[in-house]
């Protein structure tokens, strides 16, 4: 391998520079000619009957351009590719019948300054019938517990199962077996930039235009365009800088992006909508609270036989596209890393009136891991083994087709492992540390959608100007993690410019190359496509 000229190398000319000046433009910092300015109402009650609004008052109030309530928007439910299923579509842009959670949209509001908009808020009226409120699994699953959505019988969406072997033999031919529960709390995060968007409506083209940092710009788009009952085509999506996403800037839509587009039909002008730092936990913030209960049984050595797992995810007051989390990936984080002769794993997904969970770097996948990790090192104590020793002896190995027809190609766990010992002189774990200091173990695995398939292709445009310099044209907005400036160095490393000489233009998706495919904006999987395109 010869030796790079720009890529692995320092320089003073990073993005991070425009970020930690405050020069980068993020959709907070955009102002059109004419722009509003939007407030959502949300619900101050977890469970309640909607029994009237009246925004008689709000409408009077001078500086009000815009008003609109559920009845007002689209009655078309979310839908995505990978669900829900058509019995499960339970979300819309404004609810109309029931707010089911603290935070739930019932109306939206659209003024010549915030000040304006947020007093208009205090205006609305509603009457709630206040309903029982299910706090969590528990309570969700009791016997003649109320309904958060008719047609979930005991607040349950769906369950379903699955595996290989028998798992009732495995279990006869163990040495040990342990059952444990775990259970997890939500666990929310914080963006440095808050949700929010601008967005416009065009009463020639009949088209609708938004301005923020998504990240799968055209999983957003085609989800804007079920929402609002558009044509695709009629969705124009253009993206700045994003301050974080880990999760929440994919493909779930916020009820404040859609309402700016539909406040700004109403009043003919730009809307722009950013939420408080209130409003941002209270919409799909959270991993989801979780019971995984499990059954492991092994030989005395240690060696996987046999496991039978039950995993409960609370997802909150509406389905998303949580109704369709299948078992097989859940079932997939219990048999890799580990190799298990005979699995089960039941998977239930339960409302609750709760916030709507969603991805968290990673989804759904930490908690079953965490409940494998933490059971592997109880079994291996209980039968006097080493927790390096017991991984090494059950993890995936290279070249193995798995009970679940996974192809095993490279795989360096057990080398990785033997590694990271070393590093930290796992031999030595009993010496005496310094206070707060300690030594662990652990593996982890993340079947991640794969990039680069004809499924879901990954697509980059590298545009050589006529003074030499080039312009990247990649799906996504920048995060602040540096994968945009990654491949910067790599056209600039293929075209023997400097990287300074690169630059990442804005997706327009009126000029971008349409994927709708989910794409992951990591180096890893998206800087091929750069290499080759500047190759070319």
Known sequence: MGEYSTVGKRTPKSDAVPMATGKAKFAADITLEGMLYGKVLYSPYAHARILSIDTSKARRLRGVKAIMTGKDTPRKPYEIGWGPPPEVKDTYILTTDKVRYTGDALAAIAAVDLDT?????????????????????????????????????????????????????????????????????????????????????????????????????????????????????????????????????????????????????????????????????????????????????????????????????????YSGFEASMGTTPNACWFHAPYRVQNLKASLSTVFTNKPPHGPFRSYGNLQPLAACELQMEMIAKELGLDLMDIRLKNSVLPHTKTPFEWEIQSCGINECIQKAGKAINWEKQGENLAPNRGKGIGTGMFNSVRGGTPDNPLTATVVVNADGTADLIAQGSDSGSGQFFAMRMIVAEELGIPVEDVKKAHVDTDISLDRQGAVFVTISLMGRAPQIAAVD
């Open 117 to 317: 908009a947020e007093e208009a808020l205090d205006l609305i009226e509603v009457d709630y019938e206040i309903l029982q409120v299910v706090n969590n699994l528990e309570e969700a699953l009791r016997p003649g517990t109320i309904k958060i959505h008719d047609y979930a019988e005991q607040n349950t969406i769906r369950t379903v199962t699955d595996g290989y072997g028998d798992v009732d033999k495995g279990f006869k031919e163990s040495d040990y077996i342990r059952e444990d529960v775990f259970k997890f709390p939500i666990t929310s995060y914080m963006m440095p930039e808050p949700q929010g968007c601008i967005a416009s409506f065009d009463a020639v083209s009949g088209r609708y235009t938004f301005w923020s940092g998504f990240a799968w710009v055209y999983m957003f788009r085609s989800c804007a365009a079920i929402l609002l009952d558009v044509p695709y085509h009629r969705i124009k999506v253009i993206t700045y800088n994003s301050g974080g996403s880990f999760g929440g800037r994919g493909s779930w839509v916020y009820p404040s992006h859609l309402c700016a587009a539909l406040l700004s039909k109403q009043s003919g002008s730009p809307v722009k909508i950013v939420n408080s730092r209130e409003e941002d936990f209270a919409h799909r913030c959270a991993t989801h609270e979780s019971s995984v209960a499990l059954k492991t049984g092994v030989k005395k050595d240690g060696t996987l036989v046999a496991r039978d797992a039950t995993i409960t995810y609370d997802v909150g007051a």
